[in-house]
């Protein structure tokens, strides 16, 4: 499992997103890679899909809502 934090880095989202790396580690005991990304991006990738886009909410994500699409996102298909 790979899991990408892309922020803004001129817009200072730098501190969100190692906020949100640090709880992803603690949840699934892997560290997120954080890359700078596009302005206004603060965007969660899974296996480079991306899970969550500020752009495409209007806000920034809470860290259990994240912890909860990762958990989603990677529980097995009924068919499996």
Do not use: N
Not at 47 to 52: A, M, Q, S, V, W
Request: aromatic share 8%; proline share 8%.
């Amino acid at each position: 499992m790979k899991i990408s934090i892309k922020y803004c880095r001129q817009c200072s989202y730098g501190p969100r997103a190692a906020s949100l790396a640090v709880a992803i580690s603690r949840a699934f005991g892997i560290s997120p890679e954080l890359q700078r990304g596009p302005g206004g991006a603060f965007d969660v990738l899974l296996d480079d899909r991306l899970i969550y886009s500020k752009h495409e909410t209007g806000r920034f994500p809470l860290d259990a809502e994240i912890v909860k699409l990762i958990q989603q996102h990677q529980a097995p298909s009924p068919e499996s």
